[in-house]
């Protein structure tokens, strides 16, 4: 049973940094794009970064210079460093990632269970 894991949320102050988590576990072949999404209570969820399996990266454009994502794909985690932290990036961040898992010959979407993260003015 495959398992998309979020960690390194927090309260941290304006101009702070954090740095997310995401561990994919389970009978994981192969890991397509992932991403990084965070949702504020009622609105959409919103796409913050994508690593594609190429390398490619990209970004919102609300956080493009202040966010940088990574991978490391032989450890199956996506990472999320946040420098320069503004109020307004408070939401639950989730990752995403699309793979294939073991028996499986197509792949799936899969998503994490969210993070918080509180930025302070």
């Known amino acids: 049973q495959v398992q998309l894991v979020e960690s390194g949320g927090g309260l941290v102050q304006t101009g702070g940094s954090l740095r997310l988590s995401c561990v994919a576990s389970?009978?994981?072949?192969?890991?397509?794009?992932m991403n990084w999404y965070r949702q504020v209570p009622g609105k959409q969820r919103d796409l913050v970064a994508t690593s594609t399996s190429d390398g490619s990266t990209n970004y919102a454009d609300s956080v493009k210079g202040r966010f940088t994502i990574s991978r490391d794909n032989a450890k199956n985690t996506m990472y999320l460093e946040m420098n320069a932290l503004k109020p307004e990036d408070t939401a639950v961040y989730y990752c995403?990632?699309?793979?294939?898992?073991?028996?499986?010959?197509?792949?799936?979407?899969?998503w994490g269970q969210g993070t918080q993260v509180t930025v302070s003015s």
């Open positions: 389970g009978s994981i072949v192969s890991i397509g794009d």
């Open positions: 995403r990632a699309i793979l294939r898992e073991r028996g499986i010959n197509v792949f799936r979407m899969y």
